[in-house]
Structure formats: C-alpha cells, structure tokens
Nanobody
Framework: VQLQASGGGFVQPGGSLTLHCQGS????????VGWFRQVPEKEREFVAA????????YYANSVQGRFTISRDIAKNTVTLYMNRLTPEDTAVYYC????????????????WGQGTQVTVSS
C-alpha cells in the first residue's frame, strides 16, 4: 500500500483547507485511514480516522466539529475537510493506513504517506 498526501498550504485563521490522501494497492480499500499531524519537537498526534467502510469516523477533541473525514472507496481516496482553522492547527499532516481498529493509536498504522504542510497564520 502506498499513500500520497496533498492539499496543504497557507491559510488565514478562520479559513479552510482540504487534504487528500490517495491510496494505491489492493488492500487500501480494506484499510482504515487516519490523519495525524506533527509540529517540530513534538510527537505526532492523532487528528481523525475513518473505517475501511467509511461508516465510522473518529476525531481528536481539538478538531471535533471543525474537521470532517470522508472516503471515496471507488477512487481510493480519503479527504480531510478542515474548517475554522486556527494557528494551533499549523503542522505537517500525514495520512496513514492499516487494518487496525485502534484508529487513534499511531503505533497501529504500518503504511504512511509523506507529509503535507499546513500553515495557519495572519
């Protein structure tokens, strides 16, 4: 399974961005997908995840109500819609995939894409 993250950029506080995770490989459609983020000198943290079927979604408290995760099984893509962004959302965002049901646990994800930078600043 290979993952390609895209969609990062620069946005002012209160703005929106959409991140995409393009998956390839036969197993991708059977895997949960999570988004994580990391800032310098801090551990990578859970942001959101979606089950393989797309029926279940999970969010960190810090993004609940502002971010939405969805997946298009036919296109092998997972999208993270980020609204009402704040400077605290500035980070490198990574998508990850695995057959896990421990959606929030970074250690359970075996496959990772490269990061995409999100910067929120006035």
């Amino acid at each position: 399974v290979q993952l390609q993250a895209s969609g990062g950029g620069f946005v002012q506080p209160g703005g929106s961005l959409t991140l995409h995770c393009q998956g390839s490989g036969r197993q991708f459609s059977n895997y949960a997908v999570g988004w994580f983020r990391q800032v310098p000198e801090k551990e990578r943290e859970f942001v959101a995840a979606i089950s393989w079927s797309g029926k279940s979604t999970y969010y960190a408290n810090s993004v609940q109500g502002r971010f939405t995760i969805s997946r298009d099984i036919a296109k092998n893509t997972v999208t993270l819609y980020m609204n009402r962004l704040t400077p605290e959302d500035t980070a490198v965002y990574y998508c990850a995939a695995d057959g896990t049901t421990y959606y929030r646990d970074i250690r359970k994800y075996a496959f990772w894409g490269q990061g995409t930078q999100v910067t929120v600043s006035s």
